[in-house]
């Protein structure tokens, strides 16, 4: 298979069938040896992360598939840590988003004057920002994308109601076993000209609390999937 490109925790593949394979890794974001989603390079290595992260993907792409949602996902193999998805451009050279139920990590860093760490974000809040590793994934805002010419501004209205959609699913889910979702990163792109959920919906990708203790990726995963 042709390597389409080397990630921080997945690697992505050309198949014959003209789809995209994804091989997940067992790299998480982060600093100094501690988990951070919210961090734009690799702080650490968790071994099985790769298929925990995978499994709670497949348990969220059928879940939006129930709901009506489309995205890119066509199917996985657990054991060797592959997801198979549809071909779909990226915004730009690749864009995060993330949606925010509670403040804290870089929101609190850049904004902590106005707002205390721990605060709800009532009906959750959006923002984008580049991968760039080295200009430290700036941000960018809906009127900035439609002037660089990234994405319109019908096609950002989209992404962000989808955004919100999704980060409900998802946290409805996490409730329904006593867990509150603070904050999860999406990324999306463009098939047909249409804006689709992509990449994954991985536990390496939320911030998740119980009570007053964050849940690692690992623990995650087994919460989510062994209830």
């Known amino acids: 298979m042709e390597?389409?490109?080397t990630g921080?925790?997945?690697d992505v593949y050309k198949l014959d069938n003209g789809n995209v394979m994804l091989k997940f890794k067992d790299d998480c974001t982060g600093k100094d040896g501690v988990f951070d989603p919210g961090e734009n390079a690799v702080g650490l290595t968790i071994e099985g992360i790769g298929k925990a992260n995978l499994e709670t993907s497949i348990h969220y792409f059928e879940l939006l598939k129930k709901a009506g949602i489309k995205t890119h996902y066509v199917g996985a193999d657990v054991e060797n840590a592959t997801m198979e998805v549809l071909p779909a451009t990226v915004f730009g050279h690749?864009?995060?988003v993330i949606c925010r139920l509670v403040a804290t990590g870089s929101f609190i860093r850049r904004y902590g004057e106005y707002m205390a760490d721990g605060t709800v974000l009532e009906g959750g809040y959006v923002e984008c920002t580049f991968k760039n590793d080295e200009k430290g994934d700036p941000l960018v805002t809906g009127?900035?994308?439609a002037a660089l010419g990234v994405m319109t501004p019908a096609m950002f209205e989209s992404m962000k109601e989808q955004t919100l959609k999704i980060t409900k699913i998802v946290a409805d889910d996490l409730k329904s076993i006593g867990l509150d979702l603070w904050d999860i990163k999406f990324e999306f792109g463009y098939n047909n000209?249409?804006?689709i959920l992509?990449?994954?919906i991985a536990s390496?990708?939320?911030r998740v609390y119980k009570g007053d203790q964050i849940v690692d990726?690992?623990?995650l995963t087994k919460l989510i999937l062994n209830r």
């Open 3 to 5: 390597k389409l490109y």
């Open 8 to 10: 921080k925790t997945k």
């Open 94 to 96: 690749g864009l995060e």
């Open 143 to 145: 009127e900035g994308l």
């Open 193 to 195: 000209d249409e804006v």
């Open 198 to 200: 992509i990449d994954e």
């Open 204 to 206: 390496g990708n939320m």
């Open 217 to 219: 990726p690992v623990e």
